[in-house]
């Protein structure tokens, strides 16, 4: 290759393509996956057993939040319900109406809920499965789509468990886990991911989101990552190596495009790409003011102070790049110069509006500013230490 940017080499090896101009267009369609991609997710499962709860908690909303699904009323309407994600609005969870009745028939109920909009669907449950459950199962599997039992309320379980003497909790999951399993011995023994609503680092959730993620085809499972809650420290580094993976892609997309001029930066950069990718990094990361206000409460510690400390969190907070004073670390930067160098016959970098450099540049930064401080909110909120015990 002409050019010897050693990013820009770097982004067109990580592209897996030959040329500059091949690689450019893998990257465009990458981050069109990474920002815009849909995921329709489909709650099912008896009335009352913690459907509106369970989604409430993936779209991290408490209950009397605006927006949030109605809980502990019983609904008995045949319509599914869309909750869109609070910063993630392609990614849609769905409230489907409970599968309670004797005279339960699968097919039409999927048909009555449309089956086609969903990528996989949640079956939950807060006792062992039941014949409906099963019946409806091999419906989504005829229909080629995937399922995946929940049983739900284990804190209750547990609580009622942990007054016995010689209580093991290993021991009493496996119990129910056991009893959950054994009615569906028919469908190949699914695994049943045993989770509570009320606290998601417990249990099984991480489980589930792993086994989501391995079964979701590559640009569905950007998505995932991004909507779903942080559950662990290994769930948030899983997010963090997503968005790494992206940094090529997002600076390539941009190189080439018209350049936004951003007041107190010195050299051109595509704020917009930089806005946009950060602004899903910081709410992937669980930054947002609501999810570290629900977090200090659930740990009873100050944490959103953390977030004083990251200029990108305060840029992104404000919606502007415009705060971001690195123009000094961009000058010692030579790659905007080798980015003009891309331009047939060369060219200056503002009047061809490339910007690979500055945007790799910040990309890098503000990820790793931003990553960092979610692990020390993390470290902070002893949250492993909490989950052990
Ligand atoms: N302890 C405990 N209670 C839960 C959990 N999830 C839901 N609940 C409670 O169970 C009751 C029913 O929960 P919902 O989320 O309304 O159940 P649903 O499946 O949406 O019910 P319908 O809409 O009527 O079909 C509520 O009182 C919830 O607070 C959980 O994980 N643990
Ligand atoms: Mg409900």
Known sequence: MENQDPDVVEAVKASGESTLEKATAKAKEKIDQLLNVSLNVAVTGKTGSGKSSFINALRGVSEDDDGAAPTGVTETTMKATMYEHPTMPNVKIWDLPGIGSPNFKADKYLKEVKLDTYDFFIILNSERFMQNDVMLAKEIRKQKKNFYFVRSKIDN??????KKKGFDEQKVLSIIREDCQKNLTELGDPKVFLIT???LDKYDFEILQNTLEEELPDHKRYALLQAWPVCSTASLEK??????GMIWAASLASAGIAVIPVPGLSA???AGMVLA???????AFGLDDGSLSRLSEKVNKPLLEHLAKSKFASAIREKTMARLQVS?????????EYAASLLPGGGSV??????????YYLLKEGLNELANIAREIRKEAELDILCIN
């Open 157 to 162: 379980d547990i609580r009622a468990e942990e």
């Open 197 to 199: 609503s009320f606290d």
């Open 239 to 244: 997010k963090i190596k997503m968005f790494k």
């Open 268 to 270: 051109a950069c595509d």
């Open 277 to 283: 990718f950060l602004t899903r990094c910081y709410y």
């Open 328 to 336: 000094a670390a961009l000058a010692t930067l030579a790659t905007v």
């Open 350 to 359: 503002a009047a061809a509006g490339i910007s690979f450099g500055t945007t």
